[in-house]
């Protein structure tokens, strides 16, 4: 199909016409753009990160306040309209802790993936250009760390912190999850090194770290645009299983994976769906609309699914 | 092929020997030790331990000693097939693995058989209707069924299906009590599986669909299914036996992958339907430090996933003969 409107917009051109050939960036939001559910998906993220900066002006109870009179003998209060998600067993307000929960899940969303390109897209194209042993070597580090079962691992690591933060959180799991991207990456090196501006690059007695990261590294971002945008969901559900089992975020910290944690004892004894209830359905909303937007990125960047 | 299988099993040696050093590692790191849990143990039941206690039990389980000197015990041991002694439970590692391995294995496997039984099909028909209404419907359950989080669900389920309505057992493997007779105890144990199944499945069939998808629609327009089609061939046969035999060459080296996702998957099932298996036991283990047995399971489930690597590279090469390995 592009290639059609090209061919208009070049014929029209050739006539004098006024009509400007589409940008490569103006390509990129009309493909984006066709997908609505990744659309619609950013527009809700944007909201979530508008509440997770606001959070501390917007919540409308002390997320941290308990309050007995509301939970009558521990019994945590039904959704009304003072209290729309209801409270937990020591009367704090749900939605207030749901509020502030997001900045746990986004931070960890972002720093963990943030880590994990860095270090597998730097440790991929050294392999990917290098070769031989430096490659050898990275890649058996990759098989080493591929053989650990990753949740097992990640509780392992977790255990030797007391309160573990976000971002300490966000760490481990990035350091841990640098392996795929560093496959990815390097797979497109080792293509992209026998090309002929690589090798012009060379020739011109451009340094490795120069010809690596300024002449080969753009030409594979595509692919590592759209490995973070899937990877962010991903950090985001194992962050919330850990809390959820204890091992992440401690209480009275509010996160949306131990304030499932609470949920599963309050369930089953006080049948109080509602403190199960919202924390899932948002981690879902979220790690979903990621999903969507990567989707739609890819199919935006990936020049191989442009026809279909 | 022989010399290659070969040299990866030995290969999975220094590799095992690295996963299992981090291991250690990283556990001695870690604030508190097997005698602090067992001291609040005795502090819940109203002994008291003293501090020579202490000191004695951690001579005993040789916690004063240097890590590596620790360490090196620990691996002569394993090399004798002896994983020590569960500090929370004092039983053998091994016989308490034994117990519990099976009853992964099964949840895994039930999950798994149903996931390939779904996910299959659906994959196919979304990918020979693609753009249909079918395909867009199945599509979303896709993104729905790899967003929503397994224990969110598992919590879900429970609730609705168990501790309001009381259709499931609310946990557990068994009924404490069951009648009489082979179908009292086979309708109860089905019972206790259903929610489990479904709380993993729902995120393999999805992923698993996907994969299917994106293969056959690879596969759809190559020379041979048309050949196939002009051949005359009815489209239920060009569909089953061409195109989707070939299909299966990229998906199947996911099998492996699939079951790492199982096995986490029942972590954390198993604790929310205290499932008496291998992830819970990972858990409890974990919070309590008995590393002995942490040790155990993660030596175990790092070879599993070696071998389930290895055996999706052999089987790539077995359905695909043009794959040759060097």
């Known amino acids: 199909m592009s290639v059609e409107v090209q061919r208009a917009d070049l014929a029209n051109w050739e006539r004098g016409s006024t009509t400007t050939v589409a940008s490569p960036r103006t390509l990129f939001w009309r493909r984006f753009r066709r997908h609505r559910l990744a659309f619609a998906s950013g527009i809700f993220l944007a909201l979530l990160f508008a509440v997770a900066i606001l959070a501390p002006w917007i919540t409308p109870y002390d997320p941290d306040a308990t309050n007995l009179t509301l939970a009558k003998f521990g019994r945590p209060a039904g959704p009304s309209i003072e209290h729309p998600m209801g409270t937990d067993q020591l009367g704090r307000d749900w939605m207030s802790r749901l509020i502030v929960g997001s900045r746990v899940s986004l931070t960890v969303g972002f720093l963990a993936t943030g880590v994990a390109i860095g270090v597998g897209t730097v440790l991929g194209a050294v392999a990917g250009y290098a070769g031989r042993w430096t490659d050898m070597l990275i890649m058996r580090l990759a098989d080493m760390l591929l053989a650990f079962p990753p949740l097992l691992f990640l509780m392992g690591m977790l255990v030797g912190f007391k309160r573990p933060s976000a971002t300490v959180i966000a760490i481990i799991i990035g350091v841990i999850g640098w392996m795929n991207v560093s496959r990815l990456v ?70 949306w994976g131990n304030m499932l944690q609470i949920a599963f004892v309050q369930m089953r004894d006080n049948q109080a769906w509602w403190i199960g209830f919202y924390p899932g359905l948002f981690i879902a909303l979220t790690v979903l609309a990621f999903n969507f937007v990567g989707d739609g990125l890819r199919d935006a960047l990936d020049p191989r699914a442009w026809g279909r | 092929m022989t010399a290659y299988i070969v040299r990866r099993l030995l290969w999975m040696l220094p590799l095992l020997l690295g996963v299992s050093i981090i291991c250690f590692a990283m556990l001695k790191r870690a604030p508190g030790d097997p005698v602090g849990a067992m001291l609040a143990e005795s502090r ?104 929503i989080p397994q224990f969110w669900l598992g919590l879900m389920l429970l609730y609705f299906l168990s501790v309001k309505i009381g259709w499931f057992p609310v946990n557990g493997m068994h009924s404490a009590y069951v009648g009489p007779g082979f179908w009292a105890h086979f309708k109860d144990s089905a019972l206790h599986y259903v929610l489990p199944v479904i709380s993993i499945t729902l995120a393999g069939v999805a992923g698993y669909m996907r994969y299917q998808r994106a293969s056959m629609l690879e596969v759809m327009p190559q020379d041979y299914v048309r050949t196939a089609r ?20 990229p998906i199947i080296t996911l099998l492996g992958y699939v079951l790492v996702i199982m096995v ?63």
């Open chain 1, 186 to 255: 390097r797979g497109e090196f080792l293509t992209l090194r026998t090309r002929d501006f690589a090798i012009a690059a060379r020739a011109i007695g451009a340094s490795k770290p120069s010809i690596i990261f300024r002449h080969l590294l753009p030409n594979a971002i595509s692919p590592i645009i759209v490995a973070a945008t899937l990877s962010i969901p991903a950090a985001i559900l194992t962050e919330s299983t850990l809390s959820f089992l204890g091992f992440g975020i401690q209480p009275p910290t509010a996160s």
């Open chain 2, 44 to 147: 819940d039941s109203g002994k008291t331990m003293t501090l020579a206690d202490r000191e004695r039990l951690r001579e005993q389980l040789g916690l004063n000693r240097p890590v590596y000197l620790q360490y090196i015990d620990w691996l002569k041991l394993v090399a004798r097939g002896d994983f020590g002694t569960s500090t929370r439970m004092n039983q053998p590692v091994s016989t308490i693995i034994r117990q519990r391995l099976p009853n992964t294995m099964k949840l895994a496997g039930v999950s798994l058989l149903l996931t390939l039984l779904i996910a299959i099909p659906l994959g196919i028909i979304s990918a020979v209707k693609q753009y249909s209404l079918i395909d867009y419907l199945l599509t979303t359950f896709n993104f729905v069924g790899i967003s």
């Open chain 2, 230 to 249: 002009a051949k005359g061939l009815t489209e239920r046969v060009v569909i089953l036996k061409h195109a989707w035999r070939n299909s299966l060459i």
């Open chain 2, 264 to 326: 986490e998957g029942s972590v954390v099932v198993e604790n929310i339907f205290s499932w008496p298996g291998m992830g819970q036991l990972a858990v409890a283990s974990l919070t309590q430090r008995d590393y002995p047995t942490v040790m155990a399971i993660v030596l175990l489930s790092a070879t599993l996933i070696l071998i389930g690597t290895l055996l999706s590279d052999i089987l790539y090469a077995v359905v695909d003969p043009r794959v040759r390995f060097d």
